[in-house]
């Protein structure tokens, strides 16, 4: 059924970027040749600042512009926070939620962010759901039961091809330059392509599971070719569209 999965590349630039920046995406926008966009998804995530004004950019293109966060809630007093619904609103199509750098600087829980993931769902926002463990929780054997219980919390009920996407990224691997051998990423992919077979049925066959985690041109091509990955979700290499452009071309 792998073959039946089209690979998402996905960036998320994190807390970086200005208007200016927007050149970068015209980058990514123009590189993104139709061979490739025929095989692949391209999804950029900037800052919720720069929504508005990439998706402009992007439309009419084939490159997708998505949000890193939203508020579980459609509107009201949460002070700085944004609703899925606006983001939907500036023009993204996709959110990531649960990334370990929320779970860790804001205290998300599995709770919130299966909230977080049901919001996405209420304003037709594809939800990219973030699971992985810490160096502790790998050097402590507990992996593999980490993953799985967070994923168990956070895929709400409902999940399906469409609406989700997971991606597995273990913690210490994520802007370090470390990277789990492609054994030890098949086996967590395995895992949890078998706790969605659990919870979905047969829509889990289908599902897009991504690994992130320094991922960059040079080990692009073994990662994504690991057993059961489809895709990457990109963090500091995803800022220079000919570096992302490079780990998107894997799958040439
Ligand atoms: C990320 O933050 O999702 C990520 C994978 O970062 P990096 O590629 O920089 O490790």
């Known amino acids: 059924m792998a073959g039946a999965r089209r690979p998402l590349v996905a960036g998320n630039w994190k807390m970086n970027g ?8 015209a980058k990514t926008i123009e590189g993104f ?8 998804d391209l999804l950029v995530c900037p800052p919720a600042t720069l929504i508005a004004e990439f998706a402009e950019r992007a439309r009419g293109s084939k490159v997708a512009i998505g949000a890193q966060d939203c508020h579980p809630k ?28 929320r779970r ?24 990219i759901v973030c699971v992985g463990e810490t160096r502790a929780e790998r050097e402590a054997g507990r992996t593999l039961a980490v993953v799985a219980e967070q994923l168990k919390g956070s895929v709400p009920d409902g999940a399906n091809p469409a609406n989700l996407v997971v991606a597995y990224e273990p913690v210490w691997a994520i802007g370090t330059g470390l990277t789990p051998t492609v054994s030890d990423v098949a ?3 395995g895992v949890i392509r078998r706790e969605l077979a659990a919870r979905l049925g047969e829509a889990a066959a289908g599902t897009r599971v991504l690994y992130g985690g320094s991922v960059k041109p040079e080990n ?8 059961d990955v489809d895709g990457a979700l990109v963090g500091g290499a ?13 799958y040439r």
Do not use: C, Q, Y
């Open 74 to 101: 459609p509107s009201g007093a949460h002070t700085g926070d944004l609703s899925a619904e606006m983001l939907r609103d500036a023009g993204a199509a996709a959110v990531i939620v649960g990334h370990s750098e």
């Open 33 to 40: 040749d139709g061979a490739l966009a025929g095989r692949i």
């Open 187 to 189: 086996e967590v992919h």
């Open 104 to 127: 860790a600087d804001h205290g998300e829980s599995n709770a919130l962010v299966r909230a977080k993931a049901e919001a996405a769902w209420r304003a037709g926002l594809l939800a």
């Open 220 to 227: 692009a091509r073994e990662l994504l070719h690991a057993g």
């Open 18 to 25: 200005f208007r200016s920046s927007v050149a970068e995406l």
């Open 238 to 250: 995803s800022l220079k569209a000919e570096d992302f452009l490079k780990i998107a071309a894997a």
